[in-house]
Each structure stands twice: as structure tokens, then as C-alpha cells.
Nanobody, 126 residues
Framework: QVQPVESGGGLVQAGGSLLLTCTSSGRAFGQYALGWFRQAPGKEREFVARISWSGGTKKYSDSVKGRFTIARDDAKNMVYLQMNSLKAEDTAVYYC???????????????????WGQGTQVTVSS
């Protein structure tokens, strides 16, 4: 099954940390860039971070740069989002998505991704 599955969300106090994980059973997992997006209540889904198929290129939104880290382990078909120094404004449903093209860098826009997970809720209390 190609569809990603996220886990690791939860309730955390401001300043705390969470590690989100995303896995997919697709055999070509290592050939695709992966991205994390989030959607807060009443807001549009927004880009958070992405990692290229090789893992050599990573990009973050300005709002999470320096606090979040994306990584991948292709041997385990896993992608991670380490979130530190969490703020109340990080509260959202976080989604993992697979790039629609092989061997790419990923993109900051959700239309470039073709497989999405169901999301995992992250709630940061202030």
C-alpha cells in the first residue's frame, strides 16, 4: 500500500518536542521526495518541510526553520519530522505526502504530491 501512514502526534506543552513518523509499504519508497504539511482549524493546508528522494536536499517553511528537522530512512521506509521548541501556533493536523514524480526534490505546494496520509493531530498547549 503506497498511502503513507503518520504517527506520533499528541498533546504537548509549549517548548516541548514531538517526533512524527511516516511510513509507506510502497516498494519504490526510496525513489520519491516526501513532504510534511499541516492544516490548522479554519486555515488552508500549508507546507512545513520536504526532503528529496536522495535525502540530500531539505527545505523548511520560515515558521519552523531552526526548530523542525526532517529526515528519512529508506531501509525502513520511514520519514521523520522532529519538532522542537513547539509553539501554540504549531497546533494542526500534520500530513505526510509523497511527491508525484520520481527522483525529485519535492515541492512546497500540495498539488505536486499524489499520495497523502490521514494525518496526525498535534496540539500544543500554551
Amino acid at each position: 500500500q503506497v498511502q503513507p501512514v503518520e504517527s506520533g502526534g499528541g498533546l504537548v506543552q509549549a517548548g516541548g518536542s514531538l517526533l512524527l513518523t511516516c511510513t509507506s509499504s510502497g516498494r519504490a519508497f526510496g525513489q520519491y521526495a516526501l513532504g510534511w504539511f499541516r492544516q490548522a482549524p479554519g486555515k488552508e493546508r500549508e507546507f512545513v518541510a520536504r526532503i528529496s528522494w536522495s535525502g540530500g536536499t531539505k527545505k523548511y517553511s520560515d515558521s519552523v526553520k531552526g526548530r523542525f528537522t526532517i529526515a528519512r530512512d529508506d531501509a525502513k521506509n520511514m520519514v521523520y519530522l522532529q519538532m522542537n521548541s513547539l509553539k501554540a501556533e504549531d497546533t494542526a493536523v500534520y500530513y505526510c505526502a509523497r511527491d508525484s514524480a520520481r527522483y525529485g526534490l519535492g515541492a512546497d505546494v500540495d498539488r505536486e504530491y499524489d499520495y497523502w496520509g490521514q494525518g496526525t493531530q498535534v496540539t500544543v498547549s500554551s
